[in-house]
């Protein structure tokens, strides 16, 4: 084979330096992240009503959602943006939610210090959080999207932490259940958004 014949296959070599392999792994690489992490967040979720004693768990309890300072659920619209901006607000909640899980933790190592295994998961949440989180921020970046903060302040966390021991043990309860939602309902949120990324995922 001639050294000209051979150089055809330089293109192949370059096309390894292209972002875009880099780019598809990468997306992959967080969607099943977020598919894990969708998983262990139903799993958290049922372990916290379990040992919240009545009326959590019972049917027909409905709990009041309340309100979560730095934090709320995806808005209706959500879907309708375009990716990445979805993808800016699934960032902006993970980075939230360590310290508000956190909180959770601390207050249910109070109410139920025996409860090794919830406070576990508690903490592997605060902390898968964050990987998810600086996981969908890097891929904004690839993308060559802005990643824009401001990031939620501690103080908000302290404030709530003030709050749950102030308010009393069912307030903490129901406090808790929603701070476990709001992740539960961020994270499958971020996984279907990354499912329009990730090859094969819907146009």
């Known amino acids: 084979m001639s050294r000209r014949e051979g150089n055809r296959e330089d293109p192949q070599a370059d096309s390894s330096i292209s972002p875009l392999p880099h780019l598809e792994s990468k997306i992959q690489q967080t969607h099943s992240l977020a598919r894990l992490l969708t998983k262990y967040a139903e799993q958290l979720l049922q372990e916290y009503v379990q040992h919240q004693g009545d009326p959590f768990g019972l049917p027909g309890f409905s709990p009041p959602r309340l309100p979560v300072a730095d934090l709320s659920a995806p808005a209706p619209g959500h879907a309708g943006l375009p990716v990445p901006e979805r993808l800016r607000l699934d960032e902006a909640a993970l980075a939230a939610l360590p310290p508000l899980l956190d909180v959770v933790r601390r207050r249910q190592a109070e109410l139920n210090p025996r409860a090794l ?50 308010a009393g043990v069912f ?7 929603r701070v476990c939602g709001l992740y539960r309902e961020w994270v ?16």
């Open 117 to 166: 295994r919830l406070l576990r998961r508690l903490e592997d949440a605060a902390r898968q959080a964050r990987a998810l989180g600086a996981a969908v921020e890097a891929v904004l970046a690839a993308l060559g999207a802005e990643t824009r903060g401001p990031r939620p302040e501690p103080a908000a966390a302290a404030a709530i932490a003030a709050a749950t021991v102030t």
């Open 171 to 177: 307030p903490a309860k129901v406090l808790g259940l």
């Open 188 to 203: 499958s949120r971020t996984e279907a958004d990354l499912g329009q990324l990730a090859p094969g995922g819907p146009a």
